[in-house]
């Protein structure tokens, strides 16, 4: 009895110990596949000749030339630089002072940064939607500013070729300015308070401690932030397409939308699979050096 006892006690030991990873391994399995097996997929079809189906003619870094050709492709690079820039400083600037704000101990603090986040709880389809109303010269600002009447006002980003980016900067902003505030309000919480009071003794001011003790020790925060804001720069899709649908014409492209009309629209999948790479070169550009960064800080300490 004892040895059957002790048995059943090892096989009890070892299923225990295996039952996570045989939960587990169905996912992972699926996030194997569908992420790395796709990125692979997509990496091969960028050197083929495929359009409406995938052709396996390899026809070395062909698509990559006409990608880089495409006048269309320097648009949404260069929408990209602009809104990247802006969208990131934008966000970085106005959640840094919404968290100095918060961080005063304000009566109500709750309740105004619940209003604050709440732009985090919405989709980017339903942000592009909403500010599609509001920007409309026919439905929005325009027409009620015209209905105070200024009959001569005019606010037409949205169909202006040379302004209708900046309208995505604007949601952009909008939705992702809290999420940046509440990154900074927790490193804010987190600083030494003895530090503050120090430089305060040293007679130092508010701005003085602030730009010379308090902002230094929120430079990892920065770091994160900035990663994070890249991140949705360079992926943004959705919000393009509920907003602006890439026009006027394609004035308002980025490499999300570019990829996806040649891809599916254009039937050009080989020019929309480079452009993919392209798009994770990117990124992984970015995510790189932060990972590094981390493993770097975490081996010191």
Known sequence: MTQNAHKRSG????????????????????????????????????????RMLPQWEFVGFLQFEKLFANPRWDVALSNLVVF??????????????????????????????????????????????????????????????????????????LVDQEMAIYTIVIAAVWQSS????????????????????????????AWQSYWHVILPILRPVFFSAIVILSHIAIKSFDLVQALTGGGPGYAS?????????????????????????????GVLAILVPYLYSELRGSNRG
């Open 178 to 205: 809290g999420f940046v505030m509440a990154m900074f309000l927790a490193g804010l919480r987190g600083v030494d308070d003895s530090l503050v009071k120090a430089a305060q003794i040293d007679g130092a001011n």
């Open 84 to 157: 990247g820039f802006l969208f990131i400083a934008i966000s970085l600037l106005i959640g840094l002072l919404l968290a100095i704000f918060l961080d005063q101990k304000i009566r109500g603090e709750g309740a105004i940064r619940t209003i604050y986040l709440y732009p985090m709880a919405v989709s980017f389809v339903v942000t592009g939607t909403a500010w599609k109303w509001i920007l409309n010269p026919g439905l929005g600002i325009e027409k009620l500013v015209r209905d105070f009447g200024f009959t001569d006002f005019e606010f037409r980003w």
């Open 253 to 281: 492209d980025l490499p999300a939308n570019f990829m996806y009309t040649f891809a599916f629209n254009r039937a050009q999948m080989g020019i929309g699979a480079a452009s993919a790479m392209i798009m994770l070169f």
């Open 11 to 50: 096989i009890a030991d070892r299923l225990e110990a295996w039952l996570p990873k045989i939960i587990l391994a169905p996912t992972t399995l699926a996030m194997i596949v569908c992420m790395y097996g796709f990125i692979l997929w997509t990496g091969a079809l960028s050197f083929t000749k495929s």
